[in-house]
Antibody
Framework: EVQLLESGGGLVQPGGSLRLSCTASGFILRNYGMTWVRQAPGKGLEWVSSITGSGDARYYADSVKGRFTISRDNSKNTLYLQMNSLRAEDTALYYC?????????????WGQGALLTVSS | QSALTQPPSVSGSPGQSVTISCTGTSSDVDSYDRVSWYQQPPGTAPRLMIYEVSNRPSGVPDRFSGSKSGSTASLTISGLQAEDEADYYCSSYTSTSVVFGGGTKLTVL
């Protein structure tokens, strides 16, 4: 059974940093691209970042480019999102999600999300 | 890539059909068959319902169908059931980015 479990969320002051993790099980992580999607309270879905299975290509939304870094450790079955220079508008539930197939970024499995609150 | 446009809300009675539209541009929806639809019941993670305009993943009921005409994609739910009440999001992608629509709240009357 495919499972994705996010962790590392919390309360951070503006300008601070935090790293989210997403632990995968039930599939071979290196065979799939992965994505982070966020959802601000009461708002819609917003794509944040994606990474290919090997990690050789990474993509970012303009809203986080230069502040967030996506990475993965396939040996640990874990996806990461390093978030720096955090702003109030980054407050959201952050989901990790799996590509449906190797090169297909449709997201067929999602975690339950990790909540980030940026506030002083 | 600009956000896709969806109606904020739609509603229908059990057994009826409803259609949710998703309007993009000639640069995304019109040019590629890269439209997907996600269902998000309250308090839960999104679920992929349709990919590549009209394909259903395993386990998705055939009451859900997708189509596209020009720059507008559509999700149709036939035989509406109470459990279909949720937010629905369309999505499109390029080789380097993904964009979601603003979401449509489906109310089953």
């Amino acid at each position: 059974e495919v499972q994705l479990l996010e962790s590392g969320g919390g309360l951070v002051q503006p300008g601070g940093s935090l790293r989210l993790s997403c632990t995968a099980s039930g599939f071979i992580l290196r065979n799939y691209g992965m994505t982070w999607v966020r959802q601000a309270p009461g708002k819609g879905l917003e794509w944040v970042s994606s990474i290919t299975g090997s990690g050789d290509a990474r993509y970012y939304a303009d809203s986080v480019k230069g502040r967030f870094t996506i990475s993965r450790d396939n040996s640990k079955n874990t996806l990461y999102l390093q978030m720096n220079s955090l702003r109030a508008e980054d407050t959201a539930l952050y989901y990790c999600a799996k590509y449906r197939t190797y090169g297909d970024p449709n997201l067929d499995y999602w975690g339950q999300g990790a909540l980030l609150t940026v506030s002083s | 890539q600009s956000a896709l446009t969806q109606p904020p809300s739609v509603s229908g009675s059990p057994g009826q059909s409803v259609t949710i539209s998703c309007t993009g541009t000639s640069s995304d929806v019109d040019s590629y068959d890269r439209v997907s639809w996600y269902q998000q019941p309250p308090g839960t993670a999104p679920r992929l319902m349709i990919y590549e305009v009209s394909n259903r993943p395993s386990g998705v009921p055939d009451r859900f169908s997708g189509s596209k005409s020009g720059s507008t994609a559509s999700l149709t739910i036939s035989g509406l059931q109470a459990e279909d009440e949720a937010d629905y999001y369309c999505s499109s992608y390029t080789s380097t980015s993904v964009v979601f629509g603003g979401g449509t709240k489906l109310t089953v009357l």
